[in-house]
């Protein structure tokens, strides 16, 4: 076997990822294999169990997409049984999702991924007063002035000389790849305590609709949260129940809170850090097939064919034909396990549709600790998902190109604006940057919407319209023998789709197929590869193969969530983690 750079775990993600890349002349990535090292049984655990509970167990695959798991879940219950929820439950959902969105966009942005493009010890370096002149030419955000400025600079002097640098502590500092002068890492390490803060606040929105944060609260055939149209005790508006007038003002503030930070930071940071790195809208693509499950009816009504993010595949970067999405078709969506350490009782070289879908364990892997892996046979947890028998990416950049190829004006003009600022074309966006870039776009574009869900839902509530819960659909003896049905939903992370057969009221088979899964799954039987290992693959040259920086910006470029597709530590409950040039 051939020597290999080996990024075992791939840190500052959910769950467990290693990257293991052969390099070529002048230490070029020739090839690049992906491989989660956790196995995930949550479909094991569901079967035989009420499908109405269902959606609590598959919550709890991740804490990070804290919510997607649920909705998808309770979307495919629905669908086998054949109700449809009121319009206030959409509408209370697309809110609680786009919620998520934001939240998860600009934490990945600040704490997850801009750490590949800032050097936080060369913000000490940072003059405060050109700092401030930096933001101030960028950005109408209040915290600008060389005192703050100087302020942070001064906390993150006290914090590198306490020793104690936690994520801080094994950066790639000093990496010829860094390119940020010493007043833009101070700014975007200000941006970045900021975010923490801003944070805290965007979550209560689940709180008020879920209950609580992480894993808020969902129910099958609507949603938890019971209005309060009266007057309640003193006439202020508030009554019985979390949703009232006064909470249901509070999340309008929150909104706004949401979208003058994705305005007046997020968006120009992202701008302001991509002009210093515009080579990497060149590299990092790899499939050119996009695909988008669609989400967010706009009228609220089950069954919408009005979404705001629409469904297709753009197959090889031709935005001009969006070829259609059936989850129910059994040649469209398949999971192979070539590579993968599963069984199927047909074969490895099978494609199962998530309805006929096996969870078969069948480790066949070294024990670790190992040097590398042998990538002729299995050798990752993750299945590779396919739509026609092709890999495609899933995620913000695949939905940000299906808005633009469908016309939505907004995307249209957001893109345009980008593009013309970063004078690039729209090719530029098919990179390992356009897709962090899609991230901030489609941020700004759902935070733009979530006040008219909000509208309309208030106006529901003035008309008398308070249901949030179709109960027909609680009582099993009305229910078919047999069942089964799919929920989909655009996570954070890209298309998820969850499958379930319903059997004399049980779970019969249950199946997940995760963004991340689609994303970072290995080769197929025909040695095609998947969406990490792809971009990896596409112009890629590490300047300090002992520091893979390179690496690190095209995989957090996907924000992988490898919990949502491996989901257990090893029987000891011992970390199985190092990071080394092999």
Avoid at 100 to 118: E, G, I, K, S, T
Avoid at 249 to 276: C, H, W
Avoid at 522 to 539: F, K
Wanted: overall charge negative.
């Amino acid at each position: 076997m051939s020597k290999r750079v080996v990024v075992d775990p791939i840190t500052r993600i959910e769950g467990h990822l290693r990257i293991e890349a052969e390099l070529g002349e002048g230490n070029a990535i020739r090839q690049a294999y992906s491989s989660g090292t956790m196995v995930r049984g949550i479909e094991l655990i569901l079967k035989d169990r009420d499908p109405r509970e269902a959606w609590a167990f598959a919550q709890r695959i991740c804490g990070v997409c804290t919510l997607v798991h649920g909705i998808a879940s309770v979307r495919a219950v629905e669908n086998a049984l054949g109700y449809d929820i009121p319009p206030n439950a959409q509408l209370i959902r697309n809110l609680m999702i786009s919620a998520q969105y934001v939240h998860d966009h600009v934490m990945h942005f600040y704490h997850l991924h801009a750490l590949d493009w800032v050097d936080v010890v060369s913000a000490l370096k940072a003059d405060p007063k050109a700092t401030s002149a930096l933001a101030q030419s960028i950005s109408t955000y209040a915290k600008s002035s060389p005192g703050y400025f100087s302020d942070v600079q001064k906390r993150l002097q006290t914090f590198v000389n306490s020793g104690q640098l936690g994520i801080f502590a094994n950066g790639f500092w000093g990496n010829p790849g860094y390119k940020l002068p010493p007043e833009a890492n101070l700014m975007a390490v200000a941006h970045y305590l900021e975010a923490l803060n801003w944070q805290r606040n965007v979550v209560q929105i689940h709180t008020i609709f879920g209950g609580k944060n992480p894993h808020p609260n969902f129910l099958v055939g609507g949603a938890p949260s019971p209005i309060s149209a009266g007057p309640g005790e003193g006439g202020n508006g508030s009554a019985s129940t979390a949703v009232n007038i006064v909470s249901l003002n509070q999340v309008r503030s929150i909104i706004k809170s949401m979208r003058d930070f994705v305005d007046e930071v997020y968006l120009p940071d992202t701008l302001a850090i991509a002009g210093f790195y515009k080579d990497w809208f060149a590299r990092g693509e790899g499939l050119g097939n996009f695909m988008t499950y669609g989400d967010f009816p706009a009228d609220g009504r089950a069954g919408s064919h009005s979404m705001l993010i629409p469904a297709g595949v753009i197959v090889g970067r031709d935005l001009s034909h969006i070829e259609p999405v059936d989850l129910n078709d059994p040649a469209q969506i398949q999971e192979f396990a070539a590579h993968s350490w599963y069984d199927y009782s047909a074969g490895k070289t099978a494609g199962l549709h998530p309805y006929a879908g096996e969870t078969n364990l069948a480790y066949s892997g070294p024990q670790p600790p190992y040097d590398q892996l042998d990538v002729e046979k299995s050798y990752s947890w993750l299945k590779s998902p396919r739509w026609r028998g092709k890999a495609v990416e899933v995620g913000p950049l695949a939905r940000v190109l299906m808005l633009y190829a469908k016309g939505d004006a907004q995307t249209r003009e957001l893109a345009n604006m980008a593009l013309k600022k970063l004078d690039l074309p729209l090719t530029a966006m098919f990179s390992t940057l356009g897709r962090t870039a899609s991230r901030t776009l489609e941020s700004k574009i759902i935070a733009d919407h979530m006040d008219s869900w909000l509208d309309a839902l208030m106006v529901n509530i003035r008309k008398g319209e308070v249901s949030v819960h179709n109960e027909a659909m609680w009582d099993p003896s009305t229910w078919p023998r047999e069942a089964r049905g799919f929920g989909a939903m655009e996570a954070p992370r890209g298309a998820l789709g969850h499958w379930v057969v319903i059997k004399n009221g049980k779970i019969d088979n249950y199946q997940a197929v995760v963004p991340s899964t689609w994303n970072a799954g290995p080769r197929d039987a025909t040695g095609q590869p998947g969406a990490y290992e792809a971009a990896l693959q596409d112009r890629h040259t590490l300047a300090v193969p002992s520091q893979p920086l390179e690496i690190q910006r095209t995989i957090h470029s996907f924000d992988p969530c490898i919990a949502c597709a491996v989901h257990v530590v090893d029987p000891d409950g011992e970390e199985m983690s190092s990071i080394r040039v092999a």
